[in-house]
């Protein structure tokens, strides 16, 4: 298993802002992930983030938006750039552990854009 | 396309129910399909993961049964209690390398 804190647990932001996400893992793992949770949604993939490399974009999702950071196998963060109202969501860390391809979520960021 | 979805999307039962959660997906060939829970304004807990090969798995109150046949996947909860109560999703991946696909949940209130 493993265990996945998320910094800052939530904010509320002003419109035209950025906020950065910080997610920290308990062991090494190779893959880490971002969701996005709309209110009253499930989740939607935004990106894979890759150690060492760009991450991988879903569609609709473009890094100047949501650029993710991942220097090392326990640690990555988003930015939410230039934010507007419709950005308002959980965002969701989560990590997959080698083996069973079992995933592991932190506990999220709830942001509100005002 | 997979395409994952829960029925009901709702769900409301008195303390100490047997309750039946119910996911359904398009493409039945699936690698894995995992149950989680989610708490409001919560992440998401694992609750069981179902491998391909497997046809069910049990933890505690929990069991999963998985019929790839049918594309359906079960979860049962025995003698339910109102610390259920929260938002259940199924979520399937295809293959090892690919996205996990999940479904929109199906909230459970357990009525003390």
């Known amino acids: 298993s493993a265990v996945i804190s998320q910094k800052p647990s939530r904010d509320i932001c002003q419109r035209g802002t950025s906020l950065t996400i910080q997610c920290q893992v308990d062991s090494q793992v190779t893959m880490m992930f971002w969701y996005r949770q709309q209110p009253g949604q499930s989740l939607t993939l935004i990106a894979t983030a890759n150690q060492g490399s760009e991450a991988t974009y879903e569609s609709g999702f473009v890094i100047d938006k949501f650029p993710i950071s991942r220097p090392n196998l326990t640690f990555s963060t988003l930015t939410v750039s230039n934010m507007s109202p419709e950005d308002s969501s959980i965002y969701l860390c989560?990590?997959?552990?080698?083996?069973?391809?079992?995933?592991?979520f932190g506990p999220g960021t709830r942001l509100t854009v005002t | 396309k997979q395409e994952v979805t829960q029925i009901p999307a709702a769900l409301s039962v008195p303390e100490g129910e047997n309750l039946v959660l119910n996911c359904s997906f398009t493409?039945?060939?699936?690698?894995?399909l995992q149950w989680f829970r989610q708490d409001p304004g919560k992440g998401l807990t694992s609750l069981l993961l179902i491998q391909s090969s497997q046809r069910e798995q049990t933890s505690g109150r929990l069991n999963a049964s998985l019929d790839k046949s049918s594309g359906r996947s079960t979860l049962y909860i025995a003698a339910s209690q109102p610390g259920d109560s929260a938002t259940y999703l199924c979520a399937v991946r295809l293959t090892s390398y690919d996205k996990v696909i999940f479904g929109p949940g199906t909230s459970l209130s357990v009525i003390p």
């Open positions: 493409d039945s060939a699936i690698y894995n």
């Open positions: 989560s990590v997959e552990v080698a083996g069973d391809y079992e995933q592991y």
